[in-house]
């Protein structure tokens, strides 16, 4: 399913995605082949150019018109831990996983952006309430990591009981993957969203 829904919003990301050139289905495989891009990861560290880079393609993202193939809507993530998820509900168009491994700088400068796989419709604040966690991985504090999503419009229109709401039921869904999933780098966001969470709501 996954895979669908990249396949599908595919073609409305092209000025930020790498192109699907063709798509395959043989029994229960589905197979996708998109263009080559050539490049390095990000680096979300403090300092680092790549931040300045980030901050033109957030708000690029945003003002992308969610187009209908985008059936996924980013709240649902979050019912399991929270009675009243409609907060987080939108219609912005939101990749969900803006890591540093996601993000391909070009040698010209260029950002491509990869893995569409969890594209959602949402509030455009919580495409910055989801990538906190890897700022922090990165290096910032979570004071740095709030100044740093302030700049965005959409964070800072937004209603701050809903952000505490979101930093909450976030370190809850991953504290109670933590519990299933024992790999590190579950641990590791758990433990993140947790330290954002408790920077946000004064714990």
């Known amino acids: 399913m996954s895979l669908r829904r990249e396949a599908a919003v595919n073609p409305y990301v092209a000025q930020f995605a790498p192109r699907l050139r063709f798509q395959a289905e043989v029994g229960d495989w589905i197979v996708l082949g998109f263009?080559?891009?050539?490049?390095?990861r990000a680096d979300f560290a403090p300092g680092s150019p790549d931040l300045a880079?980030?901050?033109?393609?957030?708000?690029?993202?945003q003002s992308t018109p969610c187009p209908d193939v985008v059936r996924m809507v980013v709240e649902r993530r979050w019912r399991s831990v929270a009675e009243d998820v409609s907060p987080m509900a939108g219609s912005a168009l939101l990749h969900t996983d803006l890591n540093e491994d996601n993000l391909i700088i070009t040698p010209?400068?260029?950002?491509?952006?990869?893995d569409w796989a969890f594209?959602?419709?949402?509030?455009?604040?919580?495409?910055?309430?989801?990538?906190?966690?890897w700022l922090l991985k990165a290096g910032h504090s979570p004071r740095e990591a709030d100044e740093w999503v302030s700049q965005f419009a959409s964070w800072g229109e937004a209603d701050g009981s809903h952000i505490d709401l979101f930093s909450r039921v976030l370190a809850e869904k991953w504290?109670?993957?933590s519990k299933t999933h024992?790999?590190?780098?579950?641990?590791?966001h758990a433990?993140?969203?947790?330290?954002?969470?408790?920077y946000r709501l004064g714990d």
């Open 35 to 40: 263009e080559h891009v050539g490049g390095r």
């Open 53 to 61: 880079v980030l901050a033109k393609t957030i708000p690029a993202i």
């Open 108 to 114: 010209d400068g260029r950002v491509c952006v990869v």
């Open 119 to 133: 594209v959602s419709r949402g509030r455009a604040w919580v495409e910055l309430g989801l990538l906190i966690p």
């Open 175 to 177: 504290r109670a993957n």
């Open 182 to 188: 024992s790999a590190d780098w579950v641990t590791e």
């Open 191 to 198: 433990t993140l969203t947790k330290q954002w969470a408790a």
